[in-house]
C-alpha cells in the first residue's frame, strides 16, 4: 500500500530525513515514532505531496507520490500537527467545506456528513460553532474532516498531542474503529505507550534516521536475541531459577518481584520444556506467559546513546 524508497530531505545544511526506506501492507498501522525534531513530520508531509523530497520516491496505492500527486491525495487522509480551524463556521459546514473541496456532489455530502460525525461521536455539535468545541472535540474534527473522502490511507501527526487523559482515550477508540475498517495507518508520536495498543508495525526515528522499522514483535525479538518467559510458581522461586538456569538454550533464569523471568535464545525455543521441568520437580505453576513486546525497552535500547 506504501512504499517509500530512499526519501530525503535537506533544508538547507540540515539533514531532516535521511534516506529512509519502508514498505507497508494494507491494514497495517505503523507507529511512527520519535522525539521532537526527528523527522517525523517532514517524512509525513513529504507523503501527503505537501513537501517535495530532495532526492527518494514513494508510493501510495501504486501511485507515485511526487509525479502524481492528484491521485494520491483522492487515496489518503492527512491530518496535521497543527491545523488552522476556521471561526464563524458551523460543525457541518467546515465538514461540507472539505467534502466539496473533495467533489463530492452536493446530494452526497448530508449523509457522509452525518456518518463521520456519527464516527467522531460529534452528532450532538453538528450545529454547534467550531470555536465552542474543546480541544479534544477540534481534534476529532480535524480527524472527521480527513475522512469525508473515505481514504484508504491515513496520515495521522501527532493527533493525540495536547490532549488531557480522557480526550487521548477516545482519540485511541476512534483510531481502533478505523483500524477495524481496514485502513491502513501511519500515526506518529513522540510519546510511546501511547501507540503500544493498536500498532502492528513501529519505526524508530531519530536525526532523520529510520534506527528500526518492522513488526513490533520481531523487534522485540532482535533487540533481546530471543523470547522472555515470565512465570509463577508457588513455594521457592530460588530453587526453581536454578533448575531453568540448567536448560539448554536458557540464556538467563532470574527473580524479578513475583514472578521469575526466562529469557531463552533460541528461536524454536519449545516452552513446553520449562513447564515440564517445573513440574517433574513439583512446581505448582500459576502463571505462565510470554512476555509482551515493550516500546518502551525497545525505544531506550534502539536510541541509547543517540539522543543528545
Ligand atoms: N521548513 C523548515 N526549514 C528548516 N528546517 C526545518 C523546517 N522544517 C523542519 N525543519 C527541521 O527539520 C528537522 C525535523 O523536523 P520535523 O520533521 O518537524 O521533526 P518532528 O516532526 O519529528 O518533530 C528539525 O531539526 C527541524 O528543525
Ligand atoms: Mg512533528
Avoid at 474543546?134 to 469525508?148: D, F, I, P
Avoid at 512476555?291 to 541509547?304: P, R, S
Wanted: some cysteine; aromatic content about 6%; hydrophobic content about 40%.
Amino acid at each position: 500500500m506504501i512504499r517509500i524508497e530512499c526519501l530525503h530531505k535537506e533544508y538547507r545544511n540540515l539533514v531532516a530525513v535521511k534516506n529512509l526506506s519502508l514498505e507497508l501492507e494494507e491494514g497495517d498501522i505503523f507507529g511512527f515514532i520519535g522525539p521532537n525534531g526527528a523527522g517525523k513530520t517532514t517524512t509525513i508531509k513529504m507523503l501527503a505531496t505537501l513537501l517535495k523530497p530532495t532526492s527518494g520516491s514513494a508510493w501510495i496505492g501504486g501511485h507515485h507520490v511526487f509525479e502524481q500527486p492528484e491521485k494520491v491525495r483522492g487515496l489518503i487522509g492527512y491530518m496535521p500537527d497543527f491545523f488552522g480551524v476556521y471561526d464563524d463556521i458551523k460543525v457541518w459546514e467546515y465538514l461540507d467545506f472539505f467534502a466539496s473541496a473533495y467533489r463530492i456532489p452536493r446530494d452526497q455530502r448530508p449523509g457522509i456528513i452525518d456518518d463521520v460525525l456519527e464516527l467522531t461521536d460529534l452528532t450532538v455539535k453538528k450545529e454547534s460553532y467550531v470555536e465552542e468545541l474543546s480541544r479534544g472535540m477540534k481534534q476529532r474534527l480535524c480527524l472527521a474532516k480527513t475522512l469525508v473522502h473515505d481514504p484508504k490511507v491515513l496520515l495521522l501527526d501527532e493527533p493525540a498531542s495536547g490532549l488531557d487523559p480522557r480526550a487521548r482515550i477516545e482519540i485511541k477508540e476512534l483510531l481502533k474503529e478505523l483500524r477495524s475498517m481496514g485502513k491502513t495507518i501511519i500515526i506518529s508520536s513522540h510519546i510511546l505507550p501511547e501507540l503500544a495498543d493498536f500498532c502492528n508495525k513501529i519505526g524508530i526515528i531519530e536525526q532523520g534516521n529510520l534506527v528500526v522499522a518492522g513488526d513490533v514483535n520481531d523487534i522485540m525479538k532482535q533487540l533481546t536475541g530471543g523470547r522472555v518467559y515470565e512465570i509463577k510458581v508457588a513455594g521457592e522461586s530460588d530453587r526453581a531459577v536454578e533448575l531453568l538456569s540448567a536448560l539448554p538454550d536458557v540464556r538467563s533464569a532470574r527473580i524479578s518481584g513475583e514472578t521469575i523471568q526466562v529469557e531463552v535464545g533460541a528461536e524454536d525455543f519449545d516452552s513446553h520444556r520449562i513447564l515440564q521441568t517445573l513440574m517433574e520437580n513439583r512446581f505448582r505453576v500459576t502463571s505462565f506467559t510470554e512476555q509482551e513486546a515493550d516500546l518502551e525497552d525497545i525505544f531506550m535500547k534502539v536510541t541509547k546513546g543517540m539522543v543528545s
